[in-house]
């Protein structure tokens, strides 16, 4: 099987890729899992794999039960944790027992979160469903929920101890979480890695059509991008910050459209919004500008966008929990492979940016 360690100190895990759960047992085994597992999950994972995974499970003879709170951003708050707290005082967890984080990027957050609290942290393993988690959100240990209308605004850091891809999942999800996905991976392509940027235009048939070869490879070398970042800047200090390209523009794109278009579809319209930026500063070629606009086409993004009065945009990119000083932080490409960050872009040149990507 495919694997990738994550060297973090005493925190460092593998990450397995597969196109099956058939090694998730023996996985399970070699990292000394204890008998009691609870496998968290969503009403939508529930009916797919839940079962499964839970008679695979049983085979080997853990002890394990299956707990699903409702599928959606709007359940990622301190309710849904509670109720997780609760499966596991009443399944009877104790502080060696382990949750298993069974679905997307909402489920990894909330069960990775129950884990680092319920009593004062147990560990947890992570089995992404999506594509955004399997090639992002599933790395790094950034666990939360949203409060007060804030994303992600109370959580912990609690790094699993392995994390299990089946790349065969992707085949049931929509389209639009497909694509939702490919954003972060094209995004890990712009920022750190040339070559990959390159293999993702090439390939993008064999990629869109689900093949497990080509999946297990993108999924692989997207982890592999982001767990270099997150071993050199565990905590965010820094580095890790330059994932938060497309992220200024996007993010209050996404608050604009009242969170009805995806997120990796307005980290899309951002990447493009922050690449015009730096082309308009004689940063990247109109070359670059152009083939990473013609990249988020080929895997069906859009890449124009109605927007709201620009005085409303502002307003929502002012909110952003991300600025320094109360300056705006940007991440821009030096080049397709390479980004520097900026807290100097003027009023102008986000207006330009604007007036770009919109419809
Ligand atoms: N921790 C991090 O570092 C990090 C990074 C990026 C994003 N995130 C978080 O991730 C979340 C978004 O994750 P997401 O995009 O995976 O959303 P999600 O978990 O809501 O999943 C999207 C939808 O797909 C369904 N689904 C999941 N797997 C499926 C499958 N295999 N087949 C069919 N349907 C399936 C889910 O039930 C849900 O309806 C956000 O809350 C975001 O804040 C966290």
Do not use: W
Not at 187 to 203: P, Q, S, T, V
């Amino acid at each position: 099987m495919d694997k990738l360690f994550v060297d973090l100190g005493k925190n460092s895990y593998n990450i397995l890729f597969s196109d099956s759960f058939s090694g998730l047992a023996e996985a399970l085994t070699e990292i000394n899992a204890p008998k009691k597992l609870l496998i968290v999950t969503d009403s939508n994972v529930n009916e797919l794999y839940a079962d499964e995974v839970n008679n695979i499970l049983h085979k080997k003879g853990y002890d394990s039960a299956v707990y699903a709170f409702n599928a959606g951003e709007e359940n990622k708050k301190m309710d849904t944790i509670l109720g997780i707290c609760e499966a596991c005082i009443k399944y009877g967890l104790d502080r060696k027992s382990m949750i298993i984080a069974l679905g997307g990027g909402v489920v990894g957050d909330m069960a990775g979160f129950a884990a680092a609290i319920f009593m004062r942290g147990i560990d947890f393993v992570q089995i992404p469903t999506t594509l955004l988690s399997q090639s992002d959100s599933s790395v790094g240990g950034k666990t939360g929920i949203d409060f007060l209308e804030s994303k992600n605004i109370l959580g912990a850091f609690h790094q699993p101890k392995l994390v299990y891809i089946n790349v065969g999942t992707l085949k049931t999800l929509p389209q639009e979480q497909f694509v939702s996905g490919m954003g972060e991976v094209i995004k890990h392509g712009i920022i750190c890695d040339r070559e990959f940027f390159n293999y993702l235009e090439e390939n993008h048939s064999e990629i869109k059509s689900l093949d497990s070869r080509n999946l297990i490879k993108m999924d692989k070398v997207n982890c592999s991008i982001k767990a270099k970042v997150v071993e050199q800047d565990e905590k965010e200090n820094g580095l890790r910050a330059v994932l938060n390209f497309g992220h200024t523009i996007g993010h209050a794109v996404e608050s604009a459209y009242d969170f009805k278009m995806t997120h990796g579809e307005c980290v899309g319209i951002g990447m493009i919004a922050a690449s015009y930026i730096a082309y308009k500063r004689d940063m990247i070629s109109l070359n670059d500008l152009e083939r990473i606009e013609n990249v988020l086409t080929l895997y069906g993004f859009r890449t124009r966008v109605k927007l709201p009065k620009e005085e409303k945009i502002l307003e929502f990119m002012n909110k952003d929990k991300k600025k320094i000083a109360g300056k705006l932080k940007f991440v821009l490409p030096t080049e397709i492979g390479a980004v520097m960050q900026t807290t100097d872009v003027k009023p102008s040149e986000i207006s330009g940016a604007l007036k770009y990507i919109s419809e």
